[in-house]
């Protein structure tokens, strides 16, 4: 049973342009998501998080987006950089479940010059 | 200010084996969990760890068992090792604010069953 699903196994940009990453949930419980960013041999690093009283959330390039009535969120980077590829995972946590994060299967993103 | 660091770096076993990891959690962070990344996967919740205790558990058998120490830092235990338990093991720490609390990550431990 995935709850949280990221579709698009690889997303490819050109530089300067903007990268749009989707993450789908099915668990209307969820109050609380994050993206994070993972390079090889490295451990996930905390991007950007949003809670379920919000529909938007920015910090510099990155913007992630909420629509709860379509259970859809998504990560966006303006202006994509060669350095912003790697690979993305949304996680969600459902309310009164403590640290309990449950992820998508991650979208590798390439940034090309 | 140190990050959450994990040790090994990679380690190989053989199946029946057991195993210890170890993390030390991000100064300042008092709660830490644990997650299993299969190849191609996400990161799957094994457990969490507060105060010494185990305050929630992710759908992994008994095989997996954690301890936490009075100085917030973890380990990972697993018995009767599987093939299939080859993974990358993440350590991630937070500070127990409430549910808006963020995790934070350590680099892994790159485990092979032989």
């Known amino acids: 049973d995935q709850q949280v699903k990221q579709n698009s196994p690889s997303l490819s940009v050109q530089e300067g342009r903007i990268s749009i990453l989707n993450c789908d949930y099915t668990n209307s419980m969820f109050d609380y998501f994050l993206w994070y960013k993972k390079y090889p041999a490295e451990g996930p690093t905390f991007l950007i998080s949003i809670s379920s009283i919000k529909d938007k959330n920015e910090d510099g390039r990155f913007t992630v987006f909420l629509n709860k009535s379509a259970k859809h969120l998504s990560l966006h980077i303006v202006p994509s950089q060669p350095g912003d590829s790697a690979v993305y995972f949304c996680?969600?946590?459902?309310?009164?479940?403590?640290?309990?994060?449950?992820f998508g299967q991650g979208t590798e993103l390439s940034v090309k010059p | 200010d140190a990050g959450v660091t994990q040790s090994p770096t990679h380690l190989i076993k053989t199946r029946g084996q057991q195993v210890t990891l170890r993390c030390s959690p991000k100064?300042?962070?008092?709660?830490v969990s644990w997650y299993q990344q299969a190849l191609g996967q996400g990161p799957q919740f094994i457990f969490q760890y507060y105060e010494e205790e185990e305050r929630q558990r992710g759908n992994f058998p008994d095989r997996f068992s954690g301890h936490q120490f009075p100085n917030y830092s973890s380990e990972l235990n697993v018995n009767a090792l599987l093939l299939g338990d080859s993974a990358l093991y993440l350590c991630?720490?937070?500070?127990?604010?409430?549910?808006?609390?963020?995790?934070?990550f350590g680099p892994g431990t790159r485990l092979t069953v032989l």
């Open positions: 996680a969600a946590r459902r309310n009164n479940q403590g640290g309990k994060l449950i």
């Open positions: 991630a720490s937070s500070a127990d604010r409430g549910n808006t609390d963020t995790q934070y």
């Open positions: 100064s300042g962070h008092d709660t």
